[in-house]
Nanobody, 119 residues
Framework: QVQLVESGGGLVQSGGSLKLSCVVSGSTFSNNDMGWYRQAPGKLRELVAGISSSGSTKYVDSVKGRITISRDNAKKTVYLQMDSLKPEDTAVYYC?????????????WGQGTQVTVSS
């Protein structure tokens, strides 16, 4: 069973930085494309950054130049370095495979980590 444990969120002022981490267990991590998703109140969950098994990255336009995704296959960990944070980055952040892990008839998600950016 895949498990995802996110950490590193918190409250930060506009312009500040945070680094999120996600430890993955129960999967062939190194073979999976991975991503960071976020869900703001009243909005759908969206993929904001992705990293392929070979290390290629992609970002949604709203975070380009401010957020960097990386991975450590030996530690089965995905990171999200977030700089120049804006209030609109406030959301619960989740990591998952891209597309998300699916098991037993439903998608598998961790508990997420809350990021709150004050103006």
């Amino acid at each position: 069973q895949v498990q995802l444990v996110e950490s590193g969120g918190g409250l930060v002022q506009s312009g500040g930085s945070l680094k999120l981490s996600c430890v993955v267990s129960g999967s062939t991590f190194s073979n999976n494309d991975m991503g960071w998703y976020r869900q703001a109140p009243g909005k759908l969950r969206e993929l904001v950054a992705g990293i392929s098994s070979s290390g290629s990255t992609k970002y949604v336009d709203s975070v380009k130049g401010r957020i960097t995704i990386s991975r450590d296959n030996a530690k089965k960990t995905v990171y999200l370095q977030m700089d120049s944070l804006k209030p609109e980055d406030t959301a619960v952040y989740y990591c998952n495979a891209d597309p998300p892990y699916y098991s037993g008839g439903s998608f598998v998600w961790g508990q997420g980590t809350q990021v709150t950016v004050s103006s």
